[in-house]
């Protein structure tokens, strides 16, 4: 059928809430778990680097697992996909409750919520894609802005449960608070063309009778004509192949260049929010990142969606990248605080802007057919980069 204009508002508002949710727990959540990390030293007697590989696990799940989501949306479509990862995210964090050594809590809190929110993150940025066209900006900006402002809530939310139930009972609540993705996915609608159908089909029988006013030659007439679309219909469908997951994207010149600039840059986007603490001994300075952030994404999207900048969006990620880097060259003449926090601010604005603009400028080169494909190649390229970029860095 032909694709469906995509009406930039009405019911897309709500799915654009619930991509808001499902970014905020893809991204802040594996961050939001380290609050346990403590207490789960504690309690099984291992050391901090054993732990982190929770969050480690879930952001590999989340970035590896891109083609099989690509695959599985192909398949069967966003919404059952999505619904399987919301129960999939929660029964992760339920069965992580009930552990008893760290593997356990590896192949639980890791493996089963890690793919869980990948499952979930995915669709939802196609989804957004579907119901968005000139306002697509925007409604990108606002979906990434869940990430800062989930972190923000997230990681005091983790700790008032921690005194008051135990690391157990926390991992119990988040995981129902995981059951929110389903919530999500439920309200993703694809945007389908058989209403549409449908309704002309009455309507043109309608008008048929009343044309033709001969009774049975009429509805003969109509049922030939119905019968011959149906024979034309059967003829086209042994040509139609549906791709599992699409290659044809890699003989794009611009998918491969944004793919190789991407990995670069997901080297280094990650270190200076894994280093600062250490290096500052302060979480101040994380706050201050998160609080430009949450600002900076929507206001970015609104000037990517200006009329001037939308035909020119990808140079202005190239400017958010460069930009992002030349941040981190400067932190280096930080002599104290004061450099620090000048420091937060101009990362916090540039890594806002580069989250905002990621996703639009891949739709806008590879387009809206392809960009379950392309995201999921994406993804699995930067997991690389996101495994070796923050130990290189420590290093």
């Known amino acids: ?66 083609p099989v989501c690509s695959i599985m949306v192909n398949q069967f479509g ?64 606002l979906a990434a802005a869940g990430s800062p402002v989930f972190l923000s809530s997230l990681s005091p939310l983790g700790q008032v449960l921690l005194e008051k139930f135990g690391w157990r009972g926390g991992f119990l609540i988040m995981g129902g608070l995981l059951l929110n993705c ?6 993703m609608r694809p945007l389908d063309m058989g209403m549409k159908r449908k309704m002309g089909k009455a309507q043109d029988k309608y008008e048929a009778k009343e044309m033709l006013p001969i009774g049975g030659k009429s509805e003969d007439g109509i049922s030939t004509t119905d019968g011959s679309k149906k024979a034309k219909k059967v003829k086209k469908k042994p040509k139609k192949g549906k791709k599992l997951l699409d290659f044809s994207i890699f003989s794009n010149r611009g998918f491969i260049i944004y793919t190789i600039s991407k990995f670069i840059l997901v080297l280094g986007l990650f270190v200076p929010p894994i280093l600062l ?10 706050s201050i990142i998160g609080f ?14 200006l009329k001037w900048v939308r035909p020119h969006v990808s140079y202005l990620f190239s400017f958010a990248m460069l930009f992002n880097g030349l941040t981190d060259i400067c932190s280096a003449r930080a002599s104290n605080y004061t450099g620090l ?55």
């Open 182 to 187: 389903c919530t999500c996915g439920a309200v």
């Open 277 to 286: 603490v250490n290096y500052a001994k302060d979480t101040v300075l994380l």
């Open 78 to 141: 966003c919404r059952p996909v999505m619904l399987i990862g919301g129960l999939l995210a929660s029964s992760g964090m339920i069965l992580a409750s009930f552990t008893t050594n760290i593997i356990e809590l590896y192949l639980t809190a890791g493996v089963l919520t890690g793919l869980g929110m990948a499952l979930n993150f995915q669709p939802s940025l196609i989804m957004l894609g579907t119901y968005f066209d000139k306002r697509r900006p925007l409604a990108n900006g």
């Open 341 to 395: 926090v000048i420091f937060c601010v101009f990362f916090g604005i540039s890594y806002g802007m580069v989250g905002a603009l990621q996703f639009e400028v891949l739709m806008a080169i590879v387009g809206s057919q392809k960009f379950s494909s392309a995201i999921g190649l994406v993804l699995l390229i930067e997991a690389f980069a996101v495994l070796i970029g923050p130990p290189s860095a420590g290093r």
């Open 1 to 66: 059928p032909p694709p469906v204009k995509p009406p930039d508002g009405g019911w897309g508002w709500i799915v654009l809430f619930g991509c808001f949710v499902i970014t905020g727990f893809s991204y802040a959540f594996p961050k939001a778990v380290s609050v346990y990390f403590k207490e789960l030293m504690k309690d099984f007697h291992v050391g901090y680097s054993d732990t982190a590989w929770i969050s480690s696990i879930m952001l590999a799940m989340l970035y590896g697992t891109g």
């Open 292 to 305: 430009i952030d949450i600002f900076a994404r929507p206001a970015c999207g609104m000037v990517a969606g």
